[in-house]
């Protein structure tokens, strides 16, 4: 692409980008203006707008290191890339068990929501970003997102504070910590009741297959067995990506 055809600013500010990239310690203006070559004034300006985007912070150092906002971005983009092998793997899961709902979560904007779903009301329709929000500390899916610890979970739970949702159910926060920390040891939550069943187990990198509908007792644990293999082959296949 020709140079009249880029946006010259935006060029100049990815370039800042890299720089400081490449700099694990870090730059201070000066160097990254000689660098680049870029006046001092015109260098200070781009770096206060990637500042102020939170794509760069500054140390006590005053040198400018990657910031927040360029973690979150790629790991925005990760987690497409995992949906997308979670999208490709799911409607096997939900063949199986034809008349129970199947979902993958994560917590979005401080709520457990769900992004992958199938259900027995749209059969082999998956739906992306459905729009569904599970309660937290009630729901089984909320439950085992908030047992693995994160920034995430930290937003949800500031803005949904255990006093205020959780106390009613749970009694106490102790009570509430020994159930997470029970979900960790096994990696799942369920519930049985009345023949019918919820299922939340976690898949790694935030998100959480969840099962739920009507079943016995010795199929809930048919489908406990199957959400774990798929778990397992799951995960073991994403760590080779």
Known sequence: MAGSDLVQSLARGLELLRLVAASPEGMRLGDLAEASGLKVTTAHNLLRTLLAQGFLSRDAASRFVLGAGLFELAASAQDSAFRQRLAAALPALARRFSNDTVT????????????????????????????????????????????????????????????????????????????????RKQGYFLRHQQ???????????????????????????????????????????????
């Open 104 to 183: 993958v979560s994560c917590i979005v904007e401080a709520q457990a929501r769900c992004v992958l779903r199938l259900s027995p009301e749209r059969p082999g329709q998956l739906q992306r970003n459905p729009g569904n929000v599970f309660a937290p500390y009630t729901s089984t899916t909320a439950i085992v997102l908030q047992s693995y610890v994160s920034d995430a979970v930290k937003r949800l739970e500031k803005l949904h504070p255990f006093a205020e949702y959780g106390a009613g159910v749970w009694g106490s926060a102790a009570n509430f910590a020994k159930t997470r920390a029970l979900v």
């Open 195 to 241: 023949s019918h069943f919820t299922l939340a187990l976690f898949l790694g990198n935030g998100h959480v297959l969840g099962m739920s509908g009507a079943a016995e007792e010795t199929e809930t644990n048919d489908r406990l067995k199957a959400a774990k293999i798929f778990a397992r082959k799951f995960i073991a296949s994403n760590a080779g990506e």
